[in-house]
Nanobody, 117 residues
């Protein structure tokens, strides 16, 4: 059974930093490309970042480039998203998912990130 469990979301002030994590199980994580997707209330899902199975390639949506960093630890079957210089528009529920932009499946439950002063 595929399981993706996100954690680390919190309330943070604009300009602050936060790291969300995802622990995976039930599938060969080390052979699977992974992504972060976010969704704000009333809006559709927005692809945030992707990382290849071996961590060699990463991609970011333009609005996140330079502020967010995706990484993974295959020995721990974990995916991470380090977020810096957070903006109110970053407020959303953040999900990890298998695959890349345009080809995602098996989203987790998500972790809420709220950026507000």
């Amino acid at each position: 059974e595929v399981q993706l469990v996100e954690s680390g979301g919190d309330l943070v002030q604009p300009g602050g930093s936060l790291r969300v994590s995802c622990v995976a199980s039930g599938f060969p994580f080390a052979s699977t490309d992974m992504s972060w997707v976010r969704q704000a209330p009333g809006k559709g899902p927005e692809w945030v970042s992707g990382i290849s199975h071996d961590g060699a390639y990463t991609r970011y949506a333009d609005s996140m480039k330079g502020r967010f960093t995706v990484s993974r630890d295959n020995t721990k079957k974990s995916l991470f998203l380090q977020m810096t210089n957070l903006k109110p528009d970053d407020t959303a529920r953040y999900y990890c998912a298998r695959g890349w932009e345009g080809g995602l499946d098996s989203w987790g439950q998500g972790s809420q990130v709220t950026v507000s002063s």
